[in-house]
């Protein structure tokens, strides 16, 4: 069974920086897509970012140039580098992978990012 094991997330003040980890395991031919995705009270989880297995990255436009995605295929590990962080970034960020071979999606748990003075 696929497992997602996020870490990372926590307390920052406006203009700081935080790097999300996913860890993912229990896939004999590893993982598709990688990404992250955030939700705050009331509202849709929506796509930060997306990664796939050659390193091909989509993000959403507002965010790049702040935000990073990156993997370790050795590791099945994603990465999400929040830079500049202001206050609106404030979410449960939730990693998703696609697992082999028939593309599969998981969640992870979330792991929370508050940026507040």
């Known amino acids: 069974q696929v497992q997602l094991v996020e870490s990372g997330g926590g307390l920052v003040q406006p203009g700081g920086s935080l790097r999300l980890s996913c860890a993912a395991s229990g896939s004999r031919f590893g993982f598709a897509d990688m990404g992250w995705y955030r939700q705050t009270p009331g509202n849709q989880r929506e796509l930060v970012a997306q990664?796939?297995?050659?390193?091909?990255?989509m993000y959403v436009a507002s965010l790049k140039g702040r935000f990073t995605i990156s993997r370790d295929n050795a590791k099945n590990t994603v990465y999400l580098q929040m830079n500049s962080l202001e206050p609106e970034d404030t979410a449960v960020y939730y990693c998703?992978?696609?697992?082999?071979?028939?593309?599969?999606?998981?969640w992870g748990q979330g792991t929370p990012v508050t940026v507040s003075s």
């Open positions: 990664i796939s297995r050659l390193n091909t990255t």
């Open positions: 998703n992978v696609e697992a082999f071979p028939g593309r599969t999606t998981y």
